[in-house]
């Protein structure tokens, strides 16, 4: 086992429902060997409440995220990211900022829950459902030989993580 820290940034385009929800749920089954971040392209301000209270309804801290800029990624003094995933196609298609350290990147995409319209329920289960997507992705991650991989095996396992 390796001591190192992988630093990963979740990006969406509002930051305040699927990056957020990434955010915390990797930090949450990360443990030690993780530290996940999230912004947005056109940060909304807000984290959107159905996202915290999905997080709750998973047992994951739903407390101190804020809506947040990729640029503050961008900066000299910022944590130098390993790998920066896109949760959302509006982002995915976005000219990004050049990341400092060059992470691995790949495209998550999950359809955005704070969209749908209906009921409480409807909405609720489209956050439970996006939040799910995202967990799912994120053990699969977690369970990848990161040590024994080579770079490109490495971008080609994560990149495909974002199909299933």
Known sequence: MTDKIYRVLFICTHNSARSIMAEGLLNHAGHRGFVAYSAGSQPSGEVHALALATLKKMHVPAEGFRSKSWGEFAQADAPQMDFVFTVC????GEACPVWPGQ????H???????????SDEERALAFWDAATTLKRRIDLMLALPL??????ALQRE????GTR
Not at 108 to 118: E, I, L, R, T, Y
Not at 147 to 152: E, K
Not at 158 to 161: E, F, L, M, P, S
């Open 103 to 106: 992470p691995m990147s790949a």
């Open 147 to 152: 040590a024994s991989l080579d770079r490109l």
């Open 108 to 118: 998550w995409g999950v359809p955005d829950p704070a969209a749908v319209a209906g």
């Open 158 to 161: 994560v990149r495909a993580i």
């Open 89 to 92: 196609d509006k982002a995915a």
